[in-house]
């Protein structure tokens, strides 16, 4: 079991960046594959990216690819996500969650999730 926990959300101006934390508890991190998702305002939750148990294995939503990078740090039990060219609009919490093994989009087969942290781009 791993308890994930988000930080490093707030304010910045488009184009900026900004990285994301996600700490999780837990003895057996390693084997677990975490994934980002977001979430604005009326609007449904959204994958935004995934990385497995091996570092290599990674996937992203399409609008992200190319700006947004996800890596893991086993040896601190975080993974990360690194946001760069940041485009405005409304709000949205990003969650960090965790599934056994393998990558996945749907947000369902998550097993654990953290309680988000938010994230606003403004003009």
């Known amino acids: 079991q791993v308890r994930p926990v988000e930080s490093g959300g707030g304010l910045v101006q488009a184009g900026d960046s900004m990285r994301l934390s996600c700490a999780a508890s837990?003895?057996?991190?390693?084997?677990?594959?975490m994934g980002w998702f977001r979430q604005a305002p009326g609007k449904e939750r959204e994958f935004v990216a995934a990385i497995g148990e091996i570092p290599r294995d990674t996937d992203y939503e399409d609008s992200v690819k190319g700006r947004f990078t996800i890596s893991r740090d086993n040896a601190k039990n975080t993974v990360y996500l690194q946001m760069n060219s940041l485009k405005p609009g409304s709000p949205a919490v990003y969650y960090c969650a965790a599934r056994p093994k393998e990558i996945e989009r749907q947000q369902g087969q998550y097993n654990y999730w953290g309680q988000g942290t938010e994230v606003t781009v403004s003009t």
């Open positions: 837990g003895r057996l991190f390693s084997t677990y594959a």
